[in-house]
């Protein structure tokens, strides 16, 4: 009978941990491509079923319409800027690949984690920095804000968990190159 706390069940906890954030983190990255098709179909849904939701928050119903008109305007007349979004989906699936490394040795690759910790922290004051600079409601900030709390949660436990797995193992110290005198 395997423990259910011992190495190879807490390899198993993380590696699954890291798999949904690997998905989550490649999902959101490709949304970012076809950004003119999503915000047609979300303003239409303003329109259609999800009208209930347009009259209890017309502010979002409003900045949703300007950002269609914007993201329709922008590909029509340059679509060239679009790119700028292509590359944020591909830096969303580069970052995800990282995170390989964290799936296969989790206590040496500890780093990956600590990177997207990192990034999650840094969406904040990107999010408050740039958003009033580009016009971006705060609310809508807000919700920006929120990938990087959503982020950071799930990769604070799976660290927690890393660490509790170097400490029944030992890899990390066994695995660390010996100091030059």
């Known amino acids: 009978m395997s423990d259910s706390n011992g190495p190879r069940a807490l390899l198993a906890r993380i590696r699954v941990r890291l798999i949904v954030f690997v998905v989550c983190l490649v999902l ?42 914007g993201l329709e305007t922008a590909d029509a007349q340059a679509p060239y800027l679009l790119y700028g979004t292509d590359w944020l989906a591909f830096a969303h699936l580069v970052i995800a690949v990282a995170f390989y490394g964290a799936y296969r040795d989790p206590v040496r690759n500890i780093w990956v984690v600590e990177f997207g910790m990192i990034a999650c922290v840094g969406i ?7 958003g ?10 807000v919700v920006d804000m929120s990938f990087g709390v ?4 799930p990769l ?21 190159p010996a100091a030059i005198a």
């Not at 904040?124 to 740039?130: E, M, N, Q």
């Not at 009033?132 to 900030?141: K, N, Q």
């Open 28 to 69: 959101s990255g490709l949304t970012a491509f076809p950004l003119v098709t999503e915000i047609r179909l979300l303003d239409s849904s303003l329109d259609g079923w999800a009208a209930p939701l347009a009259q209890a928050l017309p502010g979002l119903a409003e900045w949703i319409d300007r950002v269609r008109g």
């Open 156 to 176: 604070l436990h799976v660290r927690r968990l890393i660490k509790r797995l170097d400490a029944l193992t030992g890899t990390a110290t066994a695995a660390a």
């Open 124 to 130: 904040i004051p990107l999010a408050l920095i740039c």
């Open 132 to 141: 009033p600079v580009r016009g971006i409601p705060f609310w809508w900030s």
């Open 150 to 153: 959503f982020g950071i949660l």
